[in-house]
């Protein structure tokens, strides 16, 4: 158990639907970042969240929303899903606003599947 | 640009033997390279990090090597076991920002 919790473990909805994506990230860690993993594709850097306010941006699709409540867990809401959506979803965790002397966490991930 | 890209995309080795995947990068300027092992369906487990003044690093059957110069890295396993199969992914991070640059891994399979 890496600290990192996701939720759900795996997601199948339609598409041109609405998803949340939740994440607790490791007691401490004051960032949350949220990754996308497409079949046989590498890591692609979404959405970082530091303490409750937006600090970094990717390659995420205006569809695509995420928040850091004051408990610090995060969400990641996924809407009007397409096929193409369909991937494992990884949140990790870090204590600083950067890199952290621990580094990064990651959760064990949500798989959506979307049909 | 800032790319990492790993070789060979999959491998199949024996148990008991050795191998050893690549990463060469172009991420700049460069704090530190890590290596992951990310099991099929499961988030991505650290294995070494190598900042810009260390050279080897190893952690157990994990060798990894770093040559800041011309920007690569290699992850050595010696004595491969079943167990062994995943995915090993060379992540690169940026001094002073919040930038992981991924590669696609290599996926390795042990077989008996």
């Known amino acids: 158990d890496s600290g990192v919790t996701q939720t759900p473990k795996h997601l199948i909805t339609a598409t041109g639907q609405r998803v949340t994506l939740r994440c607790s990230p490791r007691s401490g860690d004051l960032s949350v970042y949220w990754y996308q993993q497409s079949l046989d594709q590498g890591l692609q850097f979404l959405i970082q969240y530091y303490n409750g306010e937006e600090r970094a941006k990717g390659n995420i699709l205006e569809r695509f929303s995420a928040q850091q409540f004051p408990d610090l867990h995060s969400e990641l809401n996924l809407s009007s899903l397409e096929l193409g959506d369909s991937a494992l979803y990884f949140c990790?965790?870090?204590?600083?606003?950067?890199?952290?002397?621990?580094?990064?966490?990651f959760g064990s991930g949500t798989r959506l599947t979307v049909v | 640009k800032n790319q990492v890209e790993q070789s060979p995309q999959s491998l199949i080795i024996l148990e008991g033997k050795n191998c050893t995947l690549q990463c060469n990068y172009t991420v700049s300027p460069f704090s530190n390279l890590r290596w992951y092992k990310q099991d099929t369906g499961r988030g991505p487990v650290s294995l070494t990090i190598m900042t810009f003044s260390e050279n080897t690093k190893s952690n157990g059957r994990y060798t990894a090597t770093l040559d800041a110069d011309t920007k690569q890295s290699s992850l050595h396993i010696t004595a491969s076991q079943l167990s062994d199969s995943a995915s090993y992914i060379c992540?690169?991070?940026?001094?002073?920002?919040?930038?992981?640059?991924f590669g696609t891994g290599t996926r390795l399979t042990v077989i008996p």
């Open positions: 990790a965790s870090s204590v600083s606003l950067g890199e952290g002397a621990e580094g990064y966490t």
């Open positions: 992540v690169v991070i940026q001094t002073g920002a919040n930038n992981l640059f």
